[in-house]
């Protein structure tokens, strides 16, 4: 029986940061999470902040974080166009857990529209970092080039 594996590509303004054969992979669109597979039907989703899971070969997981985007399934190819992203050995936690503070304390003394609604965006991205620092970081390897 052929592999049923589809290619996904992560394409941020600066490099394609993953172009590879996958089993599945699961996101957090502005809907909710969506799990995408071989032979899943054309769809385009908007992404929210969030971890996006890639599972490969019924052992392997892996974990980054997306900050927000489109992707668009077709023809067996998942295509994430996102700002940006991190892979958890990337994550400064320390960092993420000071400015998820900083913001917190800034959301309780501001009190117009625009500097809640940047403050809470990068809360949300605190958040996501602190999140994906929880998933095992795996060691990097020829077959997984995060670079």
Same mark, same amino acid.
């Not at 490969?56 to 980054?64: H, I, K």
């Not at 985007?69 to 993420?96: C, F, M, R, Y």
């Not at 949300?124 to 602190?130: D, F, G, N, P, S």
């Given at each position: 029986?052929? &592999? ?29 999470? %969506?799990?995408? %597979? ?20 019924? @052992?392997?997981?892996? $974990?980054?974080? !997306?900050?927000?985007? =489109? ?5 067996? !190819? ?8 991190? $892979? ?8 993420? @857990?000071? @400015?998820?503070?900083?913001?917190? @304390?800034? =959301?309780? &003394? ?10 809470? !965006? #990068? #809360? ?7 999140? #994906?620092?929880?998933?095992?970081? =795996?060691?990097?390897?020829? &077959?997984?080039?995060?670079?």
């Amino acid at each position: 029986m052929a &592999e049923k594996k589809f290619n996904l590509r992560i394409i941020t303004p600066h490099e394609v940061a993953l172009d590879e054969q996958v089993d599945m992979a699961i996101m957090r669109c502005t809907t909710g999470d %969506m799990g995408v %597979m071989f032979g899943h039907e054309a769809h385009c989703a908007v992404l929210d902040y969030g971890i996006l899971r890639i599972f490969n070969d019924e @052992q392997s997981e892996r $974990w980054l974080a !997306v900050y927000g985007g =489109l992707a668009q399934i077709k023809d067996n !190819v998942l295509t994430v166009l996102t700002g940006g992203i991190e $892979w958890p050995h990337e994550v400064n936690v320390k960092s993420a @857990q000071e @400015q998820r503070e900083h913001i917190k @304390q800034r =959301l309780r &003394e501001h009190e117009d529209d625009v500097t809640i609604r940047r403050d809470e !965006v #990068l #809360l949300r991205r605190a958040l996501v970092q602190i999140e #994906l620092s929880s998933y095992p970081h =795996l060691a990097k390897t020829d &077959e997984y080039n995060y670079d």
